[in-house]
Each structure stands twice: as structure tokens, then as C-alpha cells.
């Protein structure tokens, strides 16, 4: 846990979590996390922007204290969930004249989440700023990057946006700002595929927003701060823009090793046709599963393809394959191309239900399902061959679309 000046007056509690191997109960993180939170000192007041998950309050109010702040006078909410606001009610407790300052959006599930009065909040709007001598904090919105009360603040005179879940990286580091390490990179693209990919349109024009302001330091709610903002910003672009790379990702879980043989035998011919291809076990270990599809969810940020090879089980896909599927489909990846390969015991309708369990992924063009009744034979293998090459021409086809 660290209190560190990041600007003149601007002051971040950092609270590690690197313990934390799941978030949301969805989301691995391999390398935990942290709940920043942020102090800014004026000539005649001060603010604390956001607190701090509940499990670590003692460790955030310690901090509260190290920062030499004898009176909060605002404390600014800029994201409802509990990893932001948890430890409102005991900093209230120790500065009961703090005005709590939020938008609607904000308070409104304030409301509901941790059961603090709608009364209790100073309400702020889009371009409202709070003064504390000699600068001030101005509001901006960015609903639904990711919930629809998210919030960023500016201070103008060091250029510091407070940009809440914006631009994070569930990422523990002793490091408050981020290097250029391929890792922290990695684990930026982890957290925006499965936080803010859902809403990547919204999330583009945010960020264009950002580049035109033009902030010399982005200070996030996780994850190390960006004092070089052109990194994160034109990782950003890219990941939200339609543009693909050629490579197909490559999901499959194999019960007798039926799937397993088609996946390898996919894989190395999309290979030999010059296409990059990401393989991942569902099934490989117990948790296998959830980790895996973390990363098959990283990996269709930019990826032109996703071929899903699964056993039937029951009548539909193997239910680790139809978690993904799932999962996949509630991330609304922008691949152009979506495909399903399996073999079966007796009888299958995967096809259907894998159609229906990706619905919301309407702009994908869907590949012709390959359905195998037990061991594939060298004929059918063949037909995988096939399938493999004229999925590496469509993905060629793509044209400015590639990266």
C-alpha cells in the first residue's frame, strides 16, 4: 500500500491486491490488481476521488492519513461498484462534513447498492467544475465505459484526468506508472476485452475525446497510471476500431480426442496457409475453463477469426465449449468470422443451439458448420483442409480491414 505524489498537489492511494486471481467472478487476473484512489490539494480545499474495495478499508483510511489531509472537503464518486465506493461509509464516519459529489447516475445506484441517502449528495452535470483555490476539477461523462454512471474528472492546470474504469489494468506492480513492459500491455488489452469491449463504440468516442484534451498524465481506478497517455490512447484506437489482424483463435475441448484431432489438424493447415493461430484447451486442467476463455476473450480483440471445436454432449456443445460461446457473445467481439467445427456419439443439433448462443454477434459472417459422427476419417480431415483454406482466402479478402 503506497501514498505517492503523481503532479503538484495530486497525491494516489494505491492499494495492492496482488492476491486477487478473479474479478467479477468472470475475469482472471494473473496478475491482481489495485483500487486507486486519489487525493487533490488546493490553496483552500481539498478532494478524495473515490475510496477503496471494502476488504481493504482499513488499509485505505491508514492511507487517508498519510497523506496529511486534515479535512476532506469533497469526496467525489466517479463509479458506483464497491471496488470504487466501498469504503465510503467509514471515510464519512471520519469526516462526517465532507460533501459526497456525484452525478445522477451515480447517486441514483449509490442508492441502491450501498443504501446512502439521495439526499446526501452535491449532484453534479457534464462540464461542472468544483473549485479549491487556485484550480479546479471539471465533470465529464462517459456513460457505459463500462456501467452508465461512469464519470471522469480534469484538473487543468497539471492536465490530470481521473479517468475511473477507463483505460485500466487489472495489474499489481510496485511501479505506480506504467513502463512499457509487454506485460502491462497485455494485461491492459486482458481488461478492456472483457470491461469494455461490450461497449466499443461508445468507448472509441471517449477516447477521441481524450486525445483532443490531451491530458499529460491518465490516472485510472486499477492498474498502473499512464504518464505517457499516448500509449494506452493509441492502443485504444485500435482496439476499438474495425481493424483485424490475420489470425484465427482456435477454442476447443476434447472428451475421447475426437475434437482434439480436429483442432491440430485446423490449426497446422490455417498455419501453413500464413494465418497466426491462438489454440486454447478448455478442458485441459480444473480450471482450465474460466482462465482459458480469459484469454480467448484477449485474444478476439483483434483477431479476423474464431473457430470453436467441441464434442456434443447431451444433444448440444460440450457445456465448457457453450460457456465460452457465451461468454464470447456477451463481449460482442468484432470478428468478422465465426465458425464451429464437432464431432458426436449419435445425434446433434450443436449447430443450432452454438447459433443461438452467439446471437448477439449479427455483423459476423458464419462458417459452414462440420459436424463429425465419432473418429473423423482421412476424407472428412481432408474437409477440414478445405474449410481451413478457404477461410485463410476470406480472411485475406479483408483487405484495409487488416493490420
Known amino acids: ?34 483500487y486507486n484512489a486519489y487525493v487533490v490539494k ?48 467509514v471515510l464519512m464516519k471520519k469526516f462526517p462534513n465532507a460533501q459526497i459529489v456525484a452525478t445522477e447516475a451515480v447517486a441514483k445506484l449509490m442508492v441502491t447498492h450501498l443504501h446512502i441517502g439521495i439526499e446526501k449528495f452535491h449532484i453534479v452535470s457534464e462540464g461542472d467544475q468544483i473549485d479549491l483555490g487556485g484550480r479546479s476539477l471539471t465533470f465529464i461523462k462517459i456513460p457505459f465505459a463500462h456501467w452508465p454512471d461512469n464519470t471522469m474528472v480534469y484538473e487543468s492546470t497539471t492536465r490530470t484526468l481521473f479517468s475511473s474504469d477507463l483505460f485500466g489494468s487489472h495489474y499489481a506492480s510496485d511501479k505506480i506508472f506504467a513502463t512499457n513492459s509487454h506485460e502491462i500491455k497485455v494485461a491492459a488489452r486482458a481488461y478492456f476485452a472483457e470491461i469494455m469491449m461490450p461497449f466499443s463504440a461508445q468507448v472509441r468516442k471517449y477516447t477521441e475525446k481524450v486525445i483532443e484534451l490531451a491530458p499529460s498524465i491518465i490516472a485510472t481506478a486499477h492498474g498502473p497510471i499512464w504518464n505517457q497517455p499516448s500509449v494506452i490512447l493509441q492502443k485504444y484506437m485500435r482496439w476499438t476500431s474495425d481493424q483485424v489482424e490475420k489470425t484465427v483463435v482456435v477454442p476447443f475441448v476434447s472428451m475421447h480426442g475426437s475434437s482434439a484431432l480436429i483442432a491440430e489438424r485446423l490449426c497446422l493447415q490455417l498455419a501453413s496457409k500464413g494465418i497466426s493461430v491462438l489454440s486454447r484447451n478448455l478442458g485441459k486442467k480444473p480450471d482450465s475453463l474460466v482462465v482459458q476463455s480469459g484469454l480467448v476473450m484477449r485474444d478476439l480483440v483483434t483477431a479476423a477469426a474464431v473457430v470453436f471445436v467441441m464434442p456434443t454432449v447431451l444433444g448440444g456443445p460440450h457445456p465448457a465449449g457453450a460457456y465460452c460461446s457465451m461468454l464470447m457473445n456477451a463481449m460482442r467481439v468484432k470478428t468478422p468470422f465465426i465458425g464451429l467445427i464437432g464431432s458426436y456419439g449419435w445425434g446433434t443439433r450443436a449447430s443450432e443451439i452454438f447459433a443461438e448462443m452467439t446471437s448477439n454477434l449479427k455483423k459476423a459472417e458464419r462458417l459452414p458448420s462440420l459436424q463429425y459422427e465419432g473418429l473423423p476419417t482421412e476424407e472428412q480431415l481432408v474437409e477440414i483442409d478445405r474449410y481451413a483454406d478457404e477461410l485463410a482466402a476470406k480472411i485475406f479478402q479483408l483487405g484495409d480491414r487488416l493490420i
Open 1 to 34: 500500500m503506497a501514498v505517492q505524489a503523481i503532479n503538484d498537489g495530486i497525491f494516489c492511494i494505491d492499494i495492492q491486491h496482488p492476491d486477487r486471481k478473479m474479478f467479477d467472478c468472470i475475469m482472471p487476473t494473473e496478475h491482481g490488481t489495485t
Open 42 to 89: 488546493g490553496q483552500t480545499k481539498s478532494a478524495l476521488i473515490d475510496t477503496a474495495d471494502p476488504d481493504f478499508t482499513k488499509e485505505f483510511m491508514d492511507c487517508v492519513d498519510r497523506c496529511d489531509v486534515k479535512v476532506i472537503d469533497y469526496v467525489i464518486i466517479l463509479h458506483t461498484e464497491q471496488d470504487h465506493s466501498g469504503s465510503l461509509p
